[in-house]
């Protein structure tokens, strides 16, 4: 898991855009399946892991990360 780009609460943009016009997704949970957030209207969507590595466009903006 170490090779993944994306971490829990980093905003990503999709390759189709979300039906309320907005392209920005906000990790909110991670595992075996991965849920975003719509960052437009606050729909979310679990997606297993292959498919959303398949959905995934680029990293938005990173976590803060805690260390």
């Known amino acids: 898991m170490a090779d993944q780009p994306f971490q829990l609460n980093d905003v ?10 907005e392209n920005k ?16 209207c606050g729909h979310s969507v679990m997606l297993p892991r ?3 590595r398949k959905k ?3 990293i938005i ?4 990360t805690q260390e």
Do not use: N, Y
């Open 12 to 21: 990503v943009e999709m390759k189709k855009p979300h039906p309320c016009g």
């Open 61 to 64: 903006e990173r976590a803060e």
């Open 56 to 58: 995934i466009k680029k």
């Open 50 to 52: 292959r498919e959303f």
């Open 25 to 40: 997704w906000k990790i909110i949970r991670m595992g075996a399946d991965i849920r975003i957030k719509c960052q437009g």
